[in-house]
């Protein structure tokens, strides 16, 4: 009906399964006849989202055997044959704190994105929490999940020119976790070069990549906790654990060395690990990104999120002498917006286009009095509006809503066909300019 044609479910390394769990990721086997892509994937083991609540829940469908895989959505070619030019390329990574989410879930699905900016758009899984973090370098064993991206943008170097997709216009975006991870793939050595473009949604540039002092003392207690702790066997013992025994373990983790106010999952990217040779200030310093145009932004109450239904935040921000609202601002400038706008004020400032957005837009109603949280601009990114059905960060999908959503999408779609966003209210950032940022509501 849109012209758009969508491949889901596509292997773009083998099963991280038996032996290759642990592993970097490997090439897919080949298989015979034709493949059924007509549905998604299964996601990567993981546990529920710690922002259900606010987002929906969503009903597990994982399983290790298959989930290294992506989706593609292409408009169709002419009757009489491919393109006459090659359309531009997203490769988005969703978030979920490096422990929950899947590129194939319907909050993600690329169609009306690809037919807004006649692009092609591909979502991907890659390897979360203690599958894809954890940190054994003595067994090779680090920034798995990282691996899986850089093998990602591999497999569409390869591959998207028969999906239409031109490797040579090539945008990489994210949201959260997924923002963190396309702005380091963008300025890393080894892939930077691929990135043409980039978009980052929320990326929580306040919280630096794990320092790996960090990494290993959190790994180390994972192993406690799984009963592995000085294990002379230890490889193969992870590698024959069936999968389902990771996520408790690391549940248990996560409550010992969470603390309230924070974001940081206990298993994260290392710093100086594969994919992340440095943290993003210094090669973003050195021109890293130069030449690069880049989309960015925040929610207005990002930390609204992960605040709103933590009963030991109210009195947090007491001990600091402040309100929850004054601490929901002050947390959000911290983790989210300063480094936003560092991010892009160093970019324009070198002379590179950079575009700015805050998404205002609070439900209605809001009863939980969320505002614009972590997450709430998704449903409009994509304009996937009706897959949100019942979370309390969209709240009715009034008529206004839905023209929000159509606005948003094709903004981002017009940007990544043209390095441009398709809105003619949106104007270049300028360095500290309230008024260059776009706001969304």
Request: glycine share 12%; proline share 11%.
């Amino acid at each position: 009906m849109d012209g758009v044609a969508t491949f889901r479910g596509i292997p773009y390394a083998a099963s991280p399964v038996g032996d290759r769990r642990f592993a970097a990721p490997q090439p897919v086997p080949p298989w015979p006849g034709l493949r059924d892509a007509s549905q998604p994937g299964p996601s990567v083991p993981q546990g529920p989202s710690r922002l259900e609540a606010v987002m929906g829940a969503r009903v597990p469908d994982w399983d290790e055997d298959g989930c290294l895989n992506l989706n593609v959505w292409a408009p169709r070619w002419p009757a009489d044959g491919p393109p006459d030019q090659a359309r531009p390329v997203l490769v988005w990574f969703h978030g979920g704190g490096f422990s929950s989410g899947s590129g194939g879930w319907d909050w993600y699905d690329g169609r009306h994105l690809a037919a807004a900016g006649d692009i092609v758009v591909v979502t991907a899984n890659y390897r979360l929490g203690p599958l894809g973090y954890l940190y054994l370098p003595e067994l090779g064993i680090g920034n798995l999940g990282v691996q899986d991206q850089v093998a990602v943008l591999g497999w569409v170097e390869r591959n998207i020119a028969a999906f239409g997709g031109d490797p040579g216009r090539l945008t990489v975006g994210g949201q959260s976790a997924g923002a963190f991870s396309a702005l380091h793939l963008a300025l890393a050595p080894d892939t930077g070069p691929r990135v043409g473009q980039v978009i980052t949604q929320s990326g929580p540039w306040g919280l630096p990549p794990q320092q790996p002092g960090e990494a290993a003392l959190h790994s180390r207690r994972y192993l406690e906790i799984l009963g592995l702790a000085g294990r002379p066997d230890l490889g193969p013992a992870l590698r024959a654990l069936p999968a389902e025994v990771f996520l408790p373990a690391y549940r248990q983790l996560a409550r010992e060395v969470g603390r309230p106010g924070s974001a940081a999952p206990p298993l994260y990217p290392v710093l100086g690990g594969a994919g992340i040779p440095a943290d993003w200030p210094q090669p973003l310093a050195a021109g890293r990104l130069s030449g690069k145009p880049l989309l960015t932004g925040t929610t207005r109450d990002e930390m609204a999120a992960f605040f709103a239904f933590d009963p030991r935040i109210e009195a947090l921000a007491a001990g600091q002498g402040q309100s929850v609202a004054d601490f929901t601002r002050a947390a959000t400038e911290a983790l989210f917006r300063a480094g936003t706008l560092e991010v892009a004020g160093q970019h324009a400032a070198r002379g590179d286009a950079a575009y700015v957005y805050q998404f205002d837009r609070a439900p209605v109603p809001d009863p939980d009095q969320l505002g614009a949280p972590h997450c709430s601009e998704l449903p409009f990114f994509f304009n996937t509006i009706d897959a949100y059905d019942g979370s309390a960060m969209l709240g009715l999908p009034v008529p206004w809503a839905r023209r929000l959503g159509r606005r948003f999408s094709a903004a981002i779609a017009g940007f990544v066909a043209t390095g441009r966003p398709a809105d003619d209210e949106w104007v270049p950032y300028q360095p500290a300019d309230p008024a260059t940022v776009r706001h969304l509501a």
